[in-house]
C-alpha cells in the first residue's frame, strides 16, 4: 500500500492533482479532510531578524575579485557578465 499527502487549497469543485502518474489505472481511496483555520494560518515559522547571527561565516576574500580562470569556467556555458554601473 501507498500512501501519499497532498495539500491543496480548494478554488473550484473541480481539483487537479498533479504527480499521480504511478497510480493511473489503479484503484484508489481519497479522503478529503478540511483544515481548521487556525491550522492554516499557523504553518509559516515566523522569522526573527538574527536568528542566525553566528552561524554564517564570511571569509575575508569575499568581495575580492574572482580569479580569471575561475570567471572563465563560469562564462564558458554562454551566461552573461553582469554590468555594474
Given at each position: 500500500?501507498?500512501?501519499?499527502?497532498?495539500?491543496?487549497?480548494?478554488?473550484?469543485?473541480?481539483?487537479?492533482?498533479?504527480?499521480?502518474?504511478?497510480l493511473?489505472?489503479?484503484?484508489?481511496?481519497?479522503?478529503?479532510?478540511?483544515?481548521?483555520?487556525?491550522?492554516?494560518?499557523?504553518?509559516?515559522?515566523?522569522r526573527?531578524?538574527g536568528?542566525?547571527?553566528?552561524?554564517?561565516?564570511?571569509?575575508?576574500?569575499?568581495?575580492?575579485?574572482?580569479?580569471?580562470?575561475?570567471?572563465?569556467?563560469?562564462?564558458?556555458?554562454?551566461?552573461?557578465?553582469?554590468?555594474?554601473?
Open positions: 500500500m501507498e500512501a501519499l499527502r497532498l495539500k491543496k487549497r480548494i478554488e473550484a469543485d473541480s481539483v487537479s492533482l498533479s504527480g499521480l502518474g504511478n493511473i489505472g489503479k484503484d484508489v481511496e481519497i479522503i478529503i479532510l478540511e483544515e481548521p483555520e487556525e491550522a492554516s494560518k499557523t504553518l509559516k515559522p515566523q526573527m531578524p536568528s542566525a547571527k553566528g552561524f554564517i561565516k564570511m571569509s575575508d576574500d569575499l568581495c575580492d575579485p574572482l580569479p580569471d580562470d575561475e570567471i572563465e569556467e563560469f562564462y564558458k556555458f554562454g551566461r552573461q557578465p553582469i554590468q555594474f554601473y
